[in-house]
């Protein structure tokens, strides 16, 4: 476990997450390289049906206001901690969170920004984060991370398991080979660094000490079913849903879900 830091929460800027693009020219010449590498033999990725089909997110905001999601007031409200995916901004999980509010559930953001792949300094912040909103409310939180969200999840309740109740995650892809995706050439171009090398150090299969249910999908057209599915031992439960990668965000089936794992937290 690592070791707690000692300099005040309300001292600290959180780490810019615009400082980890490309900065000049050299930089951007590096991550244009690591994008163009040869595509390895990895497990089956999503199929270009899938990938198409989360094209109707864009449909999202003109169907929202006419859909109406049940919400039933939570009999033990928990306090939850939304991390959103890869290069997407916390801003994009607003519509689930003031669902689970309804129930009576306090949300929090993750206090970091976009979220274009892992640092150590995001990963230090982060956790100090937890501690700020664990202390703050008195009780373990609950970690719901959506694609590459559920990654910092994860890691995030093996630095400090004591501190979290359970995590949810959505789509992501803690299992098998980390290219068996639609997205990792994007994300090295982004993060700038090869998608199994992380800057920081995570045995990313390996599950959290805490209960850790994986949501994944069949219709995914970003990360591969299997991947976000997990092996037993790498996850305690693993719950399937009919959604698009894109949709876990704001899906009722999705919301309906967390809702569901936060009573039986």
Same mark, same amino acid.
């Given at each position: 476990?690592?070791?707690?830091?000692?300099?005040?929460?309300?001292? #600290?800027?959180?780490?810019?997450?615009?400082? $980890?693009?490309?900065?000049?020219?050299?930089?951007?010449?590096?991550?244009?390289?690591?994008?163009? !590498?040869?595509? &390895?033999?990895?497990?089956?990725?999503?199929?270009?049906?899938?990938?198409?089909? !989360?094209?109707?997110?864009?449909?999202? +905001?003109?169907?929202?206001?006419?859909?109406?999601?049940?919400?039933?007031?939570?009999?033990?409200?928990?306090? =939850?901690?939304?991390? +959103?995916?890869?290069?997407?901004? &916390?801003?994009?999980?607003?519509?689930?969170?003031? $669902?689970?509010?309804?129930?009576?559930?306090? =949300?929090?953001?993750?206090?970091?920004?976009?979220?274009?792949?892992?640092?150590?300094?995001?990963? /230090?912040?982060?956790? /100090?984060?937890?501690?700020?909103?664990?202390?703050?409310?008195?009780?373990?939180?609950?970690?719901?991370?959506?694609?590459?969200?559920?990654?910092?999840?994860?890691?995030?309740?093996?630095?400090?398991?004591?501190?979290?109740?359970? =995590?949810?995650?959505?789509?992501? &892809?803690?299992?098998?080979?980390?290219?068996?995706?639609?997205?990792?050439?994007?994300? $090295?171009?982004?993060?700038?660094?090869?998608? /199994?090398? +992380?800057? =920081?150090?995570? !045995?990313?299969?390996?599950?959290? +000490?805490?209960?850790?249910?994986?949501?994944?999908?069949?219709?995914?057209?970003?990360?591969? &079913?299997?991947?976000?599915?997990? #092996?037993?031992? !790498?996850? /305690?439960?693993?719950?399937?849903?009919?959604?698009?990668?894109?949709?876990?965000?704001?899906?009722?089936?999705?919301?309906?879900?967390?809702?569901?794992?936060?009573?039986?937290?």
């Amino acid at each position: 476990m690592a070791e707690p830091r000692t300099e005040p929460m309300a001292t #600290r800027t959180a780490p810019s997450s615009l400082a $980890q693009l490309p900065a000049n020219r050299a930089e951007l010449a590096r991550r244009w390289e690591l994008a163009r !590498e040869p595509v &390895p033999l990895v497990g089956s990725r999503p199929p270009l049906r899938h990938l198409l089909g !989360e094209l109707v997110h864009l449909t999202e +905001p003109v169907r929202r206001p006419f859909r109406r999601i049940a919400v039933a007031p939570a009999a033990e409200p928990r306090t =939850v901690m939304l991390l +959103p995916g890869f290069a997407t901004h &916390p801003i994009r999980m607003r519509y689930m969170a003031r $669902q689970l509010e309804r129930a009576g559930h306090k =949300v929090k953001r993750w206090g970091l920004g976009f979220n274009f792949g892992p640092s150590e300094a995001n990963f /230090d912040y982060l956790e /100090d984060r937890l501690v700020e909103v664990y202390e703050r409310y008195g009780r373990p939180v609950v970690l719901v991370g959506w694609s590459l969200g559920g990654l910092f999840a994860r890691e995030l309740a093996k630095r400090r398991p004591g501190m979290v109740l359970k =995590v949810v995650t959505m789509g992501t &892809p803690f299992s098998g080979d980390p290219r068996a995706n639609n997205a990792w050439r994007i994300y $090295q171009f982004v993060a700038g660094h090869r998608v /199994d090398e +992380p800057p =920081v150090a995570a !045995e990313i299969n390996a599950k959290p +000490p805490v209960e850790t249910v994986a949501l994944w999908s069949p219709r995914d057209g970003i990360v591969s &079913p299997r991947s976000s599915c997990g #092996r037993a031992g !790498e996850r /305690d439960r693993a719950i399937a849903l009919r959604c698009t990668h894109i949709g876990f965000s704001y899906s009722p089936e999705s919301i309906a879900t967390i809702l569901a794992e936060l009573e039986s937290a």
